[in-house]
């Protein structure tokens, strides 16, 4: 018996390029785990243990003082630089006019658009979710928005990971693709640890941060290589 013919353009879509079938995967599953996450914050299912995990970090006796020595401390405020708007802005522009100036103006606005789309999610849930902050510790950065998810563990996934694409884009050698992609997931996960330890973010904020943040860069990833895609296939000769 025949295969199906949609079952067929599948099977061959998927051998001729696996990475955009685990991206789709990957997105679908990211943006499930982050509703769940959000159904239990606001069920109060994550109370106990986003509790327990943020004392963690503190010292037993005095909820006031982080654990490690003011280096520590300092360090943790340098991370969280790396996820706040003046950084992620900074990057995201300098990288978007170096695009320009490179006559890769599709890239450029591949970025902008990515950025700025992730941006309006964050904001948006922040409104919508509307989650107070942690109020067992002192907070160790100055706060003005709500909660959830953590707009710095969002925006550091989104853009770092969006930068690390491009970066892959330009360069064939797998080890460096793999590289600029583990710098990025570095970057992202000590942003987002810090968040907790400053006590101005519950965990369960920042696990919904990475999830929404790597799920709009892969899904943004998804949509510029469609378009390209497309307009390669157009600019094709016709056979014959």
């Known amino acids: 018996m025949a295969k199906h013919p949609l079952l067929r353009n599948a099977v061959k879509a998927f051998r001729e390029n696996p990475m955009v079938f685990v991206a789709v995967g990957f997105c679908l599953g990211a943006f499930w785990l982050f509703s769940e996450i959000a159904d239990d914050v606001q069920e109060g299912d994550s109370a106990e243990i986003d509790r327990s995990l943020l004392l963690m970090l503190r010292n037993p006796a005095d909820h006031t003082d982080p654990l490690g020595a003011r280096w520590v401390e300092e360090m943790m405020r340098d991370l969280t630089a790396l996820g706040g708007a003046t950084v992620v802005v900074f990057i995201s ?37 509307d989650r107070a902050r942690p109020d067992l510790v002192p907070h160790g950065s100055y706060v003005y928005t709500s909660s959830f998810p953590s707009g710095h563990s ?8 969006t930068l690390a694409m491009l970066l892959a884009e330009a ?24 968040r907790v330890y400053l006590g101005v973010h519950w965990p369960s904020d920042v696990l919904a941060g990475w999830l929404g943040g790597a799920a709009w860069a892969l899904m943004s990833w998804l949509i510029w290589t469609r378009i390209l895609h497309y307009h390669k296939t157009r600019k094709k000769p016709a056979a014959g």
């Open 93 to 129: 522009v300098a990288t978007f006019f170096y695009l320009l100036v490179s006559r890769r103006r599709g890239h450029a606005f591949y970025l902008a658009a990515s950025i700025t789309t992730g941006y309006i999610f964050s904001s948006l849930s922040k409104y919508g979710f």
């Open 154 to 161: 969002l925006m550091s996934a989104l853009a770092y990971l």
């Open 171 to 194: 360069h064939p050698q797998k080890g460096l693709k793999i590289f600029f992609m583990t710098v990025a997931a570095l970057i992202t996960m000590m942003t987002g640890f810090s």
